[in-house]
């Protein structure tokens, strides 16, 4: 499985981004697909997450403001994030996996860089 994810960019505190992520190869079996990020210094954190099903996952610092949505049919995962706050800047990672044991693949990292 390849993961494919584009969309970052730099917008000011308040703004909006979308970032998608495509999945390629043995995709269809995926249970779990979602967004990590890495601020410099800090551990990589969960942002959000979505079953096959549509369940969701989202860490606190975004819930209200971040939306993952899945589009099965194109192994695609889409991260719509609102109101951003400089504190949301960091490299995100796309991620996908089978179950509740973590991601099994990771894309590589898009920059979100949000200015204050």
């Known amino acids: 499985v390849q993961l494919q994810a584009s969309g970052g960019g730099l917008v000011q505190a308040g703004g909006s981004l979308r970032l998608s992520c495509a999945a390629s190869g043995n995709a269809y079996s995926l249970v779990r697909m979602g967004w990590y990020r890495q601020a410099p210094g800090k551990q990589r954190e969960l942002v959000a997450t979505i079953t096959r099903g549509g369940t969701t996952n989202y860490a606190e610092s975004v819930k209200g403001r971040f939306a993952v949505s899945r589009d099965n049919a194109k192994n695609t995962v889409y991260l719509e994030m609102n109101s951003l706050k400089p504190e949301d800047s960091a490299v995100y990672y796309c991620?996908?996996?089978?179950?509740?044991?973590?991601?099994?693949?990771w894309g590589k990292g898009t920059q979100v860089t949000v200015s204050s």
């Open positions: 991620a996908a996996g089978y179950g509740g044991d973590g991601p099994s693949y």
